[in-house]
T-cell receptor, first 113, second 113 residues
């Protein structure tokens, strides 16, 4: 069984559209994250979320919003997509925030045309 | 926020040789982690070293941490073709809460057969 899964794996869409990426973890972890990896492979935290708080990186545009229907899921919604949003987005989960390894999903490659 | 910097950016060695990658960071940490990313794939956790540890081993991996110099090194001994990947260091800061990891820019390692 895949520990952290993301769908879709690839997403190609037009500028201005609204899209969502789904993430699920079956590890029973309390904390989940979204990272963005740009074309130079630089990874940057976007959001972290546990059942108590959402921490947002202040550089993330408010067009991006995480939604967590339950502890096992943290979906990423993106409104009014822009060319610069093209990147690979990774979901990750962690058992105890700040003290353990993170388990990463396989990534979603988003291409905005 | 702090940012790790890996050195070198790219490294090409012969199979069987040892590979050493370095990482520097800027602020206080709880722990430092190393991840591997194969081309087009997600990140895989390799090893975690806590701020009160100086050296850690796992199989062919050896990690050192010097908190006075804010630096770490990852040594892969007896390299194999399958070790070809990008390697990232990531720091977990002392800010508390689920604020995610801060990643360096990565070292792309190529093992020549």
């Amino acid at each position: 069984d895949t520990a952290v899964s993301q769908t879709p794996k690839y997403l190609v869409t037009q500028m201005g559209n609204d899209k969502s990426i789904k993430c699920e973890q079956n590890l029973g972890h309390d904390t989940m994250y979204w990272y963005k990896q740009d074309s130079k492979k630089f990874l940057k935290i976007m959001f972290s979320y546990n059942n108590k708080e959402l921490i947002i990186n202040e550089t993330v545009p408010n067009r991006f919003s995480p939604k967590s229907p339950d502890k096992a899921h943290l979906n990423l919604h993106i409104n009014s997509l822009e060319l610069g949003d093209s990147a690979v987005y990774f979901c990750a989960s962690e058992g105890l925030a700040g003290d353990n390894e993170q388990f990463f999903g396989p990534g979603t490659r988003l291409t905005v045309l | 926020s702090q940012q790790g910097e890996e050195d070198p950016q790219a490294l090409s060695i012969q199979e069987g040789e040892n590979a050493t990658m370095n990482c520097s960071y800027k602020t206080s940490i709880n722990n430092l982690q190393w991840y591997r990313q194969n081309s087009g794939r997600g990140l895989v956790h390799l090893i975690l070293i806590r701020s009160n540890e100086r050296e850690k081993h796992s199989g062919r991996l050896r990690v050192t941490l010097d908190t006075s110099k804010k630096s770490s090194s990852l040594l892969i001994t007896a390299s194999r073709a399958a070790d070809t990947a990008s390697y990232f260091c990531a720091t977990d800061g002392t800010g508390g809460g689920a604020d995610g990891l801060t990643f360096g820019k990565g070292t792309h390692l190529i093992i020549q057969p």
